[in-house]
């Protein structure tokens, strides 16, 4: 079992889009980095959650993530989003 990395608070305009498409419904491409991997999925937001100080979402194929473990949502980088 690998020890998790602390938690990186992501910038209000990327939560932003993720609030965004998870409101219309909206089928959303992400891809992430876990455990030193990267993986993609794609699905619509269920919802988005804060557990222990940290943010997470949950797409409807099951898949939940940290959001700071985004790379890009609908070709958005998280490392391009502006700092509110």
Not at 18 to 22: N, P, Q, S, T, V
């Given at each position: 079992?690998?020890?998790?990395s602390k938690y990186r608070p992501?910038?209000?305009?990327?939560y932003d889009l993720?609030?965004?498409?998870?409101t219309m419904r909206a089928t959303s491409n992400i891809t992430y980095a876990t455990d030193g991997s990267e993986g993609k999925s794609k699905g619509v937001i269920q919802k988005l959650f804060?557990?222990?100080g940290e943010e997470w979402l949950e797409l409807d194929n099951g898949l939940i993530l940290r959001l700071d473990q985004i790379?890009?949502?609908n070709g958005n980088?998280?490392?391009d989003a502006e700092f509110c």
């Open positions: 079992m690998t020890a998790r992501i910038n209000c305009s990327f993720l609030e965004a498409d998870a804060a557990k222990h790379l890009t949502f980088r998280l490392s």
